[in-house]
């Protein structure tokens, strides 16, 4: 009886064990799918998606790719290498070994085919005679002449040459009533992959960015929609799909989205844009001082704007401010306030007086010699690289 029992229970685990090794075998002979299946319907998007879709079919047709190429070079301008913004560098770029090509992502504004996008994407054709060239959505590669730059706020205006249809602006929305949570839309060429959806919500509004000429520009929007080399100079869209801002800048040690990106917004750039189509330059309200470095005024226990320098006729010079004597270095007048805010670095003080305007009164806190008094001053148009 035993002997049986061992018998049976050895033949029903080999019997187990054939079973096993051949059950890939069975079910590949019986249920192979060795011709196309059939198709599971899906059923309506989701009024989300559709949403989404409809989105990026209105606005895709109005992006376009830049490629910028320095006169000093002569390889491909087809190799994506932008210099994208990174939040935090002296001078507001992420530099990559250069190849003499920058490229990046812009939009039409009008329909006398004006483009928007950064200065940092086009700034090195600008420089030497380089050229530039404009991919629409449509593939058709056009040249573009640059109209305008605006530095301090990272924006350039081109001009496309003749094209067969010209794409239609994207429509504009205002950054005046954005709110934080709700849905952001970045479209542009990460990489160089042309016309890439990203999507996320708005993360913070008033962000300062540092922009060039020692300014740093307010109001900025924050999103964590994916933002990566080759998007500068691309839309920010609402829900709507609006322009809302324009993408300028990453915060990311590696260079790529961690999602944290900024962007100028589109207030700011309504504002800029019309100027650089009629002078090709942005009026920049000022008051007509260059300012100490800040590293400088802070190893000299100095809180506040020393100002260094007062041009010739300007609002500062009518105002009666004093620089540093060239003669004894001493130290003539520090700004420390300006319409009732305290000013403790020069982005302080460029915040008031973009916020006051052209010809308009700032109150100025002026401290010289241990005394404070106030001084009144009346902003007025000055060059980009001064204050």
């Not at 920058?102 to 380089?130: C, I, L, R, S, Y």
Request: glycine share 14%; proline share 5%.
């Amino acid at each position: 009886m035993p002997d049986r029992f061992v018998r049976i229970a050895l033949g029903v685990t080999l019997g187990l064990l054939v079973a096993f090794v051949a059950q890939p075998y069975i079910l590949a002979f019986l249920y192979s799918a060795d011709s196309p299946r059939a198709v599971t319907a899906r059923g309506d998007l989701s009024a989300l998606e559709k949403s989404t879709v409809d989105l990026f079919a209105r606005a895709s047709p109005s992006v376009v790719h830049v490629f910028a190429q320095t006169a000093a070079r002569g390889q491909s301008l087809m190799e994506p290498d932008d210099e994208f913004g990174q939040y935090g560098q002296e001078d507001g770029r992420q530099q990559q070994g250069g190849s003499g090509s920058q490229t990046g992502t812009g939009f039409v504004w009008d329909a006398a085919g004006h483009v928007v996008t950064n200065n940092h994407v086009v700034e090195g054709a600008t420089k030497g005679g380089g050229s530039i060239s404009v991919r629409l959505a449509s593939g058709e590669v056009v040249g573009a002449r640059l109209v305008g730059t605006a530095k301090s706020y990272d924006l350039a205006v081109l001009q496309l040459g003749r094209v067969a249809k010209m794409p239609p602006p994207l429509a504009l929305g205002t950054s005046g009533d954005l709110k934080v949570g709700q849905s952001a839309f970045a479209i542009g060429n990460p990489f160089g992959l042309d016309h890439t959806l990203t999507t996320g919500v708005i993360s913070a509004l008033q962000r300062r960015l540092p922009t060039q000429e020692g300014r740093e520009l307010a109001g900025v929007i924050q999103t964590d929609a994916a933002i990566n080399p080759g998007n500068s100079g691309g839309p920010l869209l609402d829900s709507a799909g609006r322009l809302i801002g324009v993408n300028t800048a990453i915060y990311s040690p590696s260079g790529a989205s961690a999602g944290i990106g900024f962007a100028v917004p589109v207030d700011v750039v309504n504002r800029v844009v019309p100027d650089l189509i009629k002078n090709g330059r942005v009026r920049n309200p000022g008051i007509g001082i260059i300012a100490g470095q800040e590293a400088a005024a802070a190893r000299l226990g100095i809180d506040g704007v020393v100002v260094v320098q007062v041009l010739p006729g300007s609002p500062a010079a009518q105002a009666g401010l004093a620089g540093i004597d060239r003669r004894t270095g001493e130290i003539g007048d520090v700004i420390v306030g300006a319409n009732g805010r305290p000013v403790h670095r020069l982005a302080d003080l460029t915040a008031v007086v973009e916020d006051a305007g052209l010809d308009k009164p700032v109150n100025l806190l002026v401290e010289r010699d241990g005394r404070v008094r106030t001084v009144r001053v009346t902003t007025a148009d000055v060059a980009q690289s001064r204050l």
